[in-house]
């Protein structure tokens, strides 16, 4: 068994799906389970119709709605006939009804709750699974979707729920499994689940990649691949550095780092399902399906270029932590984590000195609960707009000097916090956020000005 991923702009119309369903013809034999995202800029658009509703502007919301809606039917419409075609514009058109009821809604009420954010979100997954499982039947394959609420079981967390594995696991064998048996192809969707009760939820931006993994996970598959728009794990952004290199294989570790600190491509919990059962996950260009992707396992791959990869990430929070008190008094640490924890906000990077406590956070929206808190014991200072940079690779640990390396090449850049885990692989440091650009790629140059043809390959 394997689990295919098909992110967004992998099934953002009739030609990426059909791409796409290639691939799968060409694994048919390895009873491949499918898990997509919604069609490339869905989720934003279905997002901006709550907003515009609930800020009291109807009509714009009827105008994205509107263009959503064509764009799903216009690709059914290249995709199927008959039967199959009825259904589908039966189902979207549905989809819009319920959606037109919600932009009603939201409109009187002037307010969008995470609730319904997830509700509308939804519809985006609901319909390019619906629209890819009849284009696999149209095809002659025995595609058979699957509703991921009945079996994707969460908390009450809307907008960021968290999955209950001990739940869905069974449930998502108890579904599947006969599926399989019978040679059919599930197609499931990725981002949604449920609560206990049957209220939609959504798992977080990009949570398809966490979603094909827990499926893989469940179902104890062999591989796990996650099919997007780019050859694999990249040296960099390529957003930012115009030339990258795909890395032809990497470990857990090493690309577990780089999807938390900003690198899209993968969302930053994908891996941990995959690691717990040693899964090896694969990250294939659905744009160019006959090239090999990037390859993750739990395997430590020798190389002789010291890095493997840069990853970055903007609008991060620095915040500074002065103790009044008695230098390095107990408790002190776990005064400021108890703050940070009530909230549940998440600390990315934490640097110490005997006075001081610097960590960094993405999101702010408990900040003031939490600086309140924390300025009954402590000083504190906060800086905005900061963005954080991640230099990654398992040789960090073993070859001397690269610290000297990273920062003589970005000597007039005022670097903030810097710290280098337990683990060894990744030196992680903040600047300003209007540099983040020019560092990355000073850095991309000093790296792989030409980097060993064994494990990196031009794109
Ligand atoms: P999908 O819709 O398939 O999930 P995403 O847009 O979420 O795709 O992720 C793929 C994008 O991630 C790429 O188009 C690329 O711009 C971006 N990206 C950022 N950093 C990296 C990296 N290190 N390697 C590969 N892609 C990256
Ligand atoms: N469609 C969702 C999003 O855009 C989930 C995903 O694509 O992974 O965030
Ligand atoms: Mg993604």
Not at 375 to 388: H, L, M, N, P, W
Request: charged share 20%.
């Amino acid at each position: 068994m394997i689990v295919m991923k098909y992110g967004g702009t992998s099934v953002q119309d009739d030609v990426a799906i059909l791409r796409s369903i290639e691939a799968i013809s060409r694994q048919r034999d390895l009873q491949p389970v499918i898990v997509l995202s919604a069609m490339a800029g869905a989720t934003n658009g279905l997002l901006k119709i709550g907003d515009l509703a609930h800020q009291g502007d109807a009509e714009g919301a009827k105008a994205v709605s509107a263009k959503l809606r064509d764009h799903h039917i216009a690709v059914a419409r290249r995709l199927l006939t008959g039967e199959r075609l009825s259904k589908a514009e039966v189902f979207v058109n549905d989809c819009f009804c319920h959606i037109s009821n919600i932009i009603q809604g939201l409109f009187l009420l002037g307010e969008c709750s995470p609730r319904t954010k997830d509700a509308i979100a939804s519809f985006g997954e609901r319909m390019s699974s619906f629209i890819f499982a009849e284009t696999l039947k149209e095809r002659g394959f025995p595609g058979a979707l699957v509703d991921s609420r009945e079996v994707v079981k969460t908390d009450k967390n809307f907008t960021q729920a968290v999955v209950n594995q001990d739940v869905s696991f069974p449930l998502i064998r108890e579904r599947l499994n006969p599926l399989l048996a019978a040679g059919q192809i599930p197609v499931m969707q990725g981002f949604i689940g449920s609560t206990a009760d049957g209220v939609t939820t959504t798992i977080g931006r990009g949570g398809s990649d966490f979603s094909a993994s827990l499926v893989g996970a469940a179902l104890g598959v062999e591989d796990i691949q996650i099919w997007t728009d780019v050859p694999g794990i990249l040296t960099a952004d390529p957003r930012i550095v115009p030339k990258v290199f795909k890395i032809k294989a990497i470990s857990f570790a090493e690309a577990s780092e780089l999807a938390y600190f900003g690198a899209k491509v993968l969302h930053p919990s994908t891996l941990l399902p995959a690691v717990e059962r040693n899964i090896p996950v694969h990250v294939c260009n659905s744009m160019a399906i006959d090239q090999e992707g990037t390859f993750i396992s739990a395997e430590r791959i020798p190389s002789s270029t010291p890095i493997k990869s840069i990853a970055c990430k903007k609008g991060i929070t620095i915040v500074n932590i002065y103790s009044t008190r008695m230098l390095l008094a107990h408790g002190f640490l776990s005064r400021i984590f108890e703050a940070f924890e009530k909230y549940r906000t998440v600390v990315d990077v934490v640097s110490t000195s005997e006075v001081n406590v610097s960590l960094t956070i993405d999101s702010t929206g408990k900040l003031d609960a939490i600086l309140a808190e924390l300025k009954a014991f402590a000083d504190v200072e906060v800086e905005t707009d900061a963005a954080v940079i991640c230099v990654v690779g398992d040789n960090l640990r073993s070859t001397p000097g690269i610290a000297g390396k990273i920062f003589g090449a970005i000597d007039n850049v005022n670097v903030r916090m810097i710290s280098q885990g337990a683990s060894r692989i990744n030196v992680t440091f903040l600047v300003r956020g209007a540099r983040m650009e020019e560092v990355v790629r000073r850095l991309h140059d000093e790296f792989f000005a030409s980097p060993d043809p064994e494990l990196f390959e031009p794109c």
